[in-house]
């Protein structure tokens, strides 16, 4: 079975479960697990930010940051496809009760002058405009990578205005390996960062939380509240430090497989990027065969894929994937393709 349904998917390596395996520990809701500790001032480091906090999934992390910076009644504008609007939940009206604004963000042509739309005026029937969250690399967006210079514009905006700006750069080391952009520079301008270790980096566990260090002492009583004292969590974040230390680079590898995909499928499918920036190839049947019936049908054979934006077949490449397996999986949907294609009728 070749898996691409995501980068979530892989298994720890040998290495990465003898690290855990002999890691220190000791209890991190007291503050005392080193190993925890360790990775949390690495991530900072790398990030560039004062502080940072371990915490046990992504949309923890963007929660997290949401309800330390903003509250009940509150607005923040994000992506009008982002992570945090279609895939946590509604997590944002139960735990912060934050108002999420979504507008066409990441593509359009002016961010200052689309943000200056959106925002609230001051009136106090208007929910209170407190933040913006912008995503890189893009999931609903095939991984596109969010440029600095835009990036930098909209901080320069948040910043005259009095406002966070918060990075759910989940896929933040795919961003900085395809470009060369250190990720602290890449996320210099935001307030608050999370990054995600259970993705490409093949964590089996963990993101991180990175900002000021007075957001991240707060963050850390949210995090409590939230059920995320994990205690000797040494054992999961000893993973993450393998991975920042094993796979930051290797992910020129994912980025690489996903090309060598598209440029396979390309003649039968449609792209939503082409070639695509990073890891993920979003795509769909140029003669209009349903997704559904094509990810149903690609399963059965051995190639499982996930569910995109409505129409789209998402497939994400990771360390437990290679060249043979891509080679194999673009050969496996070319032949579906045409065996569909053949049918005089194509049923659900």
């Not at 330390?68 to 607005?75: P, S, T």
């Not at 602290?184 to 270790?197: D, I």
């Not at 039968?268 to 082409?274: A, K, P, R």
């Not at 569910?307 to 999986?329: C, E, K, M």
């Amino acid at each position: 079975m070749i898996d691409l349904r995501s980068d979530t998917v892989t298994k720890p390596t040998p290495g990465m479960r003898h690290a855990m395996a002999i890691a220190k520990v000791g209890d991190d809701v007291f503050g005392e697990d080193p190993t925890t500790n360790e990775l949390e001032e690495k991530v900072a480091a790398i990030l560039g930010k004062e502080a940072a906090l371990f915490v046990p999934s992504g949309t923890m992390g963007n929660q997290i940051a949401l309800a330390v910076q903003a509250g009940a009644g509150d607005e923040v504008i994000v992506d009008s496809e982002s992570h945090i609007l279609h895939y946590e939940t509604g997590a944002a009206s139960v735990i912060s009760r934050v108002q999420l604004r979504a507008v066409e963000l990441f593509w359009s042509g002016d961010d200052v002058e689309r943000l200056t739309q959106t925002m609230r005026p001051a009136a106090y029937y208007y929910p209170r405009t407190k933040g913006v969250c912008i995503e890189n690399t893009h999931n609903r967006y095939s991984g596109a990578i969010m440029q600095l210079e835009r990036i930098c514009a909209i901080a320069r905006w948040c910043n005259e205005h009095g406002l966070f700006l918060h990075c759910d750069g989940a896929r933040l080391w795919n961003a900085s390996v395809a470009t060369g952009i250190a990720p602290s520079e890449f996320v210099s301008p935001c307030t608050t960062v999370m990054v995600c270790l259970s993705k490409g980096l093949g964590a089996p566990i963990g993101s991180v939380l990175a900002g000021p260090r007075e957001i991240i002492s707060a963050a850390r009583r949210w995090r409590k509240i939230l059920g995320g004292g994990m205690r000797q969590t040494g054992v999961i974040a000893a993973a993450g430090l393998y991975a920042l230390e094993h796979h930051l680079q290797r992910l020129a590898e994912d980025h690489e497989h996903a090309r060598l995909f598209a440029n396979g499928i390309s003649n039968h499918f449609e792209l939503m990027l082409n070639p695509p920036p990073t890891n993920i190839v979003l795509f769909r049947s140029r003669l209009g065969i349903p997704a559904e019936l094509i990810l149903k049908e690609a399963a059965r054979r051995g190639v499982l894929l996930s569910p995109g934006p409505t129409g789209w077949i998402r497939a994400v490449f990771h360390l437990d994937v290679d060249s043979n397996d891509t080679s194999q999986a673009s050969q496996l949907l070319l032949q579906l393709h045409e065996e569909l294609t053949g049918r005089s009728t194509i049923v659900m």
